[in-house]
């Protein structure tokens, strides 16, 4: 996971607009984007990728092989 020596990046992308969000830490670590949608459009793409997503295999030699990337507790939509 994420630590002060292998850091995560995660980048949030629509048509209009991008953020990346660095992180150091995945305990407890609680991160907001604020991504500005608009009324004009019917439907809004987001994409969220983890482009340095790996396995504990390839950390730290474990037999989980599955690619891990971030825990997503909360989406919250709104016009300002």
């Given at each position: ?7 995560t ?10 953020s ?5 830490s995945?305990?407890?670590?609680v991160?907001e984007v ?6 004009s459009?019917?439907s809004?793409?987001i994409?969220?990728?983890i482009?340095?997503?790996t396995s ?15 825990s997503l507790?909360?989406?919250e939509?709104g016009?300002?």
């Open positions: 996971g994420a630590s002060p020596d292998r850091p990046t995660v980048n949030f992308d629509s048509d209009r607009w991008n990346e969000v660095t992180t150091t995945d305990l407890g670590t991160k604020s991504i500005p949608l608009t009324s459009i019917g809004q793409k994409n969220i990728s482009p340095n997503a504990p295999q390839r950390l730290a030699g474990h037999t989980d092989r599955r690619i891990l990337g971030i507790l909360t989406i939509l016009l300002e």
